[in-house]
T-cell receptor, first 114, second 108 residues
Framework: DGGITQSPKYLFRKEGQNVTLSCEQN?????MYWYRQDPGQGLRLIYY???????QKGDIAEGYSVSREKKESFPLTVTSAQKNPTAFYLC?????????????FGPGTRLTVL | DAKTTQPPSMDCAEGRAANLPCNHS???????VYWYRQIHSQGPQYIIH???NNETNEMASLIITEDRKSSTLILPHATLRDTAVYYC?????????FGTGTSLTVIP
């Protein structure tokens, strides 16, 4: 089955701890993205990567870090510097052709910081 | 600044057409309009996209005005399973800009 997976679905952490969210895709997509969604709001871009070993900050990158060592994987670390980390996190991937940028989304990880 | 503006909520009778509007008055000439929908606590699902011509697929139709400042997503025969939040998105080529979406409720 081709697709994009995120794990875990629910994650609980204590305040002050770093936590890493997993995102894997087997769609052979070059680009991958991380979004944050808060209740009643749209998605906001945290980081994106258009090619292995390269990534760019999105609109709300502060307090987050990423790596892109493999084409299939784009893990997101929520650091203790992120002031309000409790949210729903979505990963996506896509080709990089203009007009063919349809993003495929994973099922999301709901992070709760206690 | 939001790149898209949508009404927060709409209702539609089952079996009727649902017309969801979106304003994107600052869109640039090479930026695409995408529509996705999201059922609660799931990942958004692609519906349709377009640049300046009207588009149709098995799920919906997309009507883009000639000046490209607004568009309308049409679900021709809404069913209860179409109840979701619908997002109108501007694609700059590097990233998607999501609005706050329209919560569509299909009423039996």
């Amino acid at each position: 089955d081709g697709g994009i997976t995120q794990s875990p679905k629910y994650l609980f952490r204590k305040e002050g701890q770093n936590v890493t969210l997993s995102c894997e895709q087997n769609l052979n997509h070059d680009a991958m993205y991380w979004y944050r969604q808060d209740p009643g709001q749209g998605l906001r871009l945290i980081y994106y990567s258009q090619i292995v070993n390269d990534f760019q900050k999105g609109d709300i990158a502060e307090g987050y870090s990423v790596s892109r060592e493999k084409k299939e994987s784009f893990p997101l670390t929520v650091t203790s510097a992120q002031k309000n980390p409790t949210a729903f996190y979505l990963c996506a991937s896509s080709y990089r052709d203009l007009g063919r940028n349809e993003q495929f989304f994973g099922p999301g990880t709901r992070l709760t910081v206690l | 600044d939001a790149k898209t503006t949508q009404p927060p909520s709409m209702d539609c009778a089952e079996g009727r057409a649902a017309n969801l509007p979106c304003n994107h008055s600052t869109i640039s000439g090479n930026e695409y309009v995408y529509w996705y929908r999201q059922i609660h606590s799931q990942g958004p699902q692609y519906i349709i996209h377009g640049l300046k011509n009207n588009e149709t697929n098995e799920m919906a139709s997309l009507i883009i005005t000639e000046d490209r400042k607004s568009s309308t997503l049409i679900l021709p025969h809404a069913t209860l399973r179409d109840t979701a939040v619908y997002y109108c998105i501007v694609d700059t080529g590097n990233q998607f800009y999501f609005g706050t979406g329209t919560s569509l409720t299909v009423i039996p």
